[in-house]
């Protein structure tokens, strides 16, 4: 039997940072959470997380509050039904290469804080967005997202996650690297005055496979499907993650377990997992993190049972583990999750 999938949660710093242009414009930020289903109590807990289904509803909640799909992080807004348009382009591509083309030009129209490029050296592609003006916080996240929504609609063009080689964010950005390695699942590096994400240009001979009836489909469930649909699940991590959350009411196996019954040794899996940016330890700490999450979203569950699920033997001990993780006891969690009548926060 397979291992019921496990999302990965995002980070409080995720949330606050796309709320940056709705809070300059002096919105009610508390009002537009509750439209998520996200507590604004989980601002104040730097640890925090919120779930993958929540970022995008807020993502949705912030376009029609703001009229703008860069969620009032420009100069000028992006016009609602840009994306929708679009794609609308894109499905009559041939190929991956002439969509990024196409897509680049459609955005150069209505983007007026940076412009997309991409450039073909010695057999790598080169997405690169270079800034107009002054790169601050809030460009410099419009920015970063717009990176990833085009990886993700690059992946989505082709039905199959397109391998980078890298990402490129600039040095200001170097908090942010542990969230991008994850996100893009692929290296970072630094550069000055560079953002965008590399790969092998053969990869732009791949043709579009999608078409205006998977279109209308994909339109229904976007943004969520973008942060998720591609995913590598062969990455070790991921393979891993699998393994764990078949026992993880358990005793969970040791690192060497793992690497038995991934065919590896021990010091083959510790370096493979480095070359990820992960390390064993936190890859059990971080599962039982999300499933946590996404357990206490569940209002017939108790806490006991909950940790029991999650292989602690007492409560008291769940309950330690869980505010290492968040900042927040898992009761004081659950409530900002749930309403006054016990049932989830609508999203």
Request: glycine share 8%; charged share 20%.
């Amino acid at each position: 039997m397979s291992a019921p999938i496990t999302h990965h949660t995002i980070a409080i710093a995720q949330v606050i940072l796309i709320l940056q242009g709705a809070r300059q414009r002096g919105m009610d930020i508390n009002a537009i959470l509750h439209r998520a289903g996200i507590s604004p109590a989980l601002l104040d807990a730097p640890l925090s997380r919120v779930t993958q289904a929540q970022y995008a509803t807020l993502i949705l909640a912030l376009r029609r509050v703001t009229r703008d799909e860069l969620w009032g992080l420009c100069g000028r807004p992006l016009k609602l039904g840009s994306f929708v348009q679009s794609t609308r382009l894109l499905v009559h591509c041939q190929t991956l290469g002439e969509a990024l083309r196409t897509g680049f030009r459609f955005y150069h129209l209505m983007l007026d804080d940076f412009i997309p490029r991409m450039a073909v050296d010695q057999g790598v592609v080169s997405v690169r967005l270079v800034s107009k003006g002054k790169r601050d916080p809030m460009l410099a996240y419009a920015e970063r997202s717009f990176c990833f929504f085009t990886y993700g609609l690059a992946s989505w063009l082709v039905a199959r996650r397109v391998p980078l080689l890298d990402v490129i964010y600039p040095e200001a950005d170097v908090l942010y690297a542990t969230e991008a390695g994850r996100l893009f699942q692929a290296p970072v590096r630094y550069e000055p005055d560079w953002i965008g994400f590399r790969f092998e240009a053969r990869w732009l001979d791949l043709p579009v496979v999608q078409n205006t009836q998977s279109l209308a489909e994909f339109l229904q469930h976007a943004p969520a499907n973008l942060l998720v649909k591609y995913r590598d699940q062969t990455s070790l991590t991921e393979r891993i993650r699998r393994l764990l959350r078949r026992t993880l009411a358990g005793d969970l196996p040791s690192l060497e377990a793992v690497g038995q019954s991934l065919a590896m040794t021990p010091q083959t899996l510790r370096r493979r997992l480095r070359d990820e940016g992960q390390g064993y330890q936190s890859i059990k700490d971080d599962l039982r993190r999300d499933v946590a999450i996404e357990y206490l979203g569940q209002p017939e569950l108790t806490l006991l049972d909950i940790a029991n699920r999650l292989g602690f033997s007492e409560a008291s001990t769940f309950h330690r583990a869980f505010k290492g993780w968040t900042g927040l006891s898992p009761g004081a969690y659950r409530q900002t999750q749930l309403g006054a009548d016990g049932a989830p926060r609508a999203g």
